[in-house]
T-cell receptor, first 113, second 117 residues
Framework: GAVVSQHPSRVICKSGTSVKIECRSL??????MFWYRQFPKQSLMLMAT?????????EQGVEKDKFLINHASLTLSTLTVTSAHPEDSSFYIC?????????FGPGTRLLVL | AQKITQTQPGMFVQEKEAVTLDCTYD???????LFWYKQPSSGEMIFLIY??????QNATEGRYSLNFQKARKSANLVISASQLGDSAMYFC??????????????FGKGTKLSVKP
């Protein structure tokens, strides 16, 4: 099946720094990718929809200036957590696919100290 | 109101037995898709099975089958012949095709399945 990669898999950073997470569709083109966040023992919550060549669409309550999304090509979307704080520590996971299947990346565990 | 409801926070099943994980959904869209994903402790989301709202037959994929009851708005996952490796969190999800949806999935809270040897 289709594969979505995500990098890095794990990152620990100091409060106030920025962290970039990459999401790549390896064997298919994705005009749309989705970014989700999952806190411990909770479900996945959609943060934003990344659209190739246009601005991302953010869900209510997600700060677009804090979570910068760039979808510069049909196989790459990046999520940058700017000025990260401990409350941003979470599991970030992206997905891409078609109407019948959404393939997820392996996720990125972010820990902000 | 929750769009996806999984009422079982945790389930236990004996190895080699079948287990049903419940999922009900709420949508007014005539066209939608229903998904089940498995999430082991590593965190990856593993796609298991898909059911389209217009599909006449219940979806099956190996040991996984989806008991789709449209009138009741339920999409239960049945795992036959449980294996120890099936122990994980299981999420039911829905994609709505209208109402401004961009194709993202809406997830339930999940069910933690534990398979006993």
């Amino acid at each position: 099946g289709a594969v979505v990669s995500q990098h890095p898999s794990r990152v620990i950073c100091k409060s106030g720094t920025s962290v970039k997470i990459e999401c790549r569709s390896l064997d298919f083109q994705a005009t749309t990718m989705f970014w989700y966040r999952q806190f411990p023992k909770q479900s996945l919550m959609l943060m934003a929809t990344s659209n190739e060549g246009s601005k991302a669409t953010y869900e209510q309550g997600v700060e677009k200036d804090k979570f910068l999304i760039n979808h510069a090509s049909l196989t790459l979307s990046t999520l940058t957590v700017t000025s990260a704080h401990p409350e941003d520590s979470s599991f970030y996971i992206c997905s891409a696919g078609d109407t019948e299947t959404q393939y997820f990346g392996p996720g990125t565990r972010l820990l902000v100290l | 109101a929750q769009k996806i409801t999984q009422t079982q926070p945790g389930m236990f099943v004996q190895e080699k037995e079948a287990v049903t994980l419940d999922c009900t959904y709420d949508t007014s869209d005539p066209s939608y898709g229903l998904f089940w994903y498995k999430q082991p402790s590593s965190g990856e989301m593993i796609f298991l099975i898909y059911q389209g709202s217009y599909d006449q037959q219940n979806a099956t994929e190996g040991r996984y089958s989806l008991n789709f009851q449209k009138a009741r708005k339920s999409a239960n996952l049945v795992i036959s012949a449980s294996q120890l490796g099936d122990s994980a969190m299981y999420f039911c999800a829905m994609r709505e095709d209208y109402g401004g949806s961009q194709g993202n999935l809406i997830f339930g809270k999940g069910t933690k399945l534990s398979v006993k040897p």
